[in-house]
């Protein structure tokens, strides 16, 4: 998958791509927000984690509006084609990021859709339907108030200086480890804060968090939409080696590896992660489409 045998999408076509992203991820989140709160028709895949009826119907809303606009640009999405080859340019989608907060009544979930070019996001919007905010990033980090299922007015973030009073930190609920403690215990960090999804990311990039470190397993789809907009927030996101996540890694799976997002770059030469690459686990395969029938009403 070679960048070079593509022209490069220009700043400000970045920008329209992102926008028009940002357009698409809120419409997917009114959907979710019709699902949030009652008995959503759910199961699991076999990889143990759940998709649910508000999942499926995001995504397809997702996938055909960026066929429309997209018509030659591949697409892995995380429910109905998360084993399509990437090329050199491909959109990553995960039409609900934290299905299980979702179905447990968190307001803490999110539609993540970015646009890769080579092995790394170049435009990516993030929707936190629940919270009604969104953010969006070509070359720049915007965040808007969503406002009748569209974006409001935006504005410019950048993430923030590291404070005197020490970093906080956000974690998950639901994936603490003991690695990420240690690494986190490495940086002195003095504040703690639970955030669900990749909403985590988002906080970070508008200044309202230090860094988040991840060292279970994630996908692709969870991670690229965030990472780009805390990059293009001024923050940076690294792997064991110090170097960006690279996207595009079919021979994965699409599996990440540990992380740490961070807002004040200066912080990745404190991070201590855990030297492995992804835990590979079976592919889903057919799991879609055995999940099909069991959630028709």
């Avoid at 791509?17 to 699902?35: K, Q, R």
């Avoid at 974006?151 to 603490?176: I, Q």
Wanted: charged residues 20%.
């Amino acid at each position: 998958m070679a960048a070079s045998s593509i022209v490069s999408l220009s700043g400000p076509e970045r920008e329209r791509i992102a926008a028009y992203l940002a357009e698409i991820a809120c419409a997917a989140g009114e959907i979710l927000l019709g699902h949030h709160g009652n008995d959503c028709p759910h199961v699991l895949k076999v990889d143990g984690s759940p998709s649910s009826h508000a999942d499926l119907e995001a995504e397809q809303l997702i996938l055909a509006k960026l066929l429309e606009r997209f018509p030659a640009i591949p697409v892995v999405a995380e429910e109905t084609c998360h084993d399509v080859p990437p090329a050199d340019r491909f959109f990553l989608v995960d039409p609900l990021d934290g299905t299980r907060d979702f179905l447990a009544g968190s307001p803490e979930f999110a539609v993540c859709i970015a646009l890769i070019e080579g092995n790394r996001p170049v435009a990516a919007a993030l929707a936190a339907p629940g919270v009604g905010r969104v953010w969006h990033a070509g070359v720049a980090a915007h965040e808007a108030p969503i406002e009748a299922g569209r974006p409001g007015p935006s504005r410019a973030v950048r993430t923030r200086p590291e404070p005197r009073d020490g970093l906080t930190a956000l974690g998950s609920r639901r994936h603490g480890d003991s690695e990420t403690e240690a690494c986190l215990d490495a940086l002195g960090v003095t504040s703690r804060r639970a955030a669900g999804s990749a909403l985590k990311f988002a906080l970070i990039a508008s200044g309202e968090a230090d860094l988040y470190v991840r060292c279970g397993p994630t996908m692709e789809w969870d991670t690229a939409a965030g990472d780009h907009i805390l990059t293009a927030a001024g923050g940076r996101v690294v792997t064991p080696t110090g170097r960006p996540i690279i996207y595009g890694r079919h021979a994965m799976a699409y599996r990440n590896g540990p992380f740490a997002a961070l807002g004040n770059p200066a912080l990745a030469a404190r991070v201590a992660l855990p030297d492995r690459g992804p835990i590979l686990r079976p592919r889903e395969g057919a799991a879609v489409t055995r999940l099909t029938p069991v959630l028709r009403p």
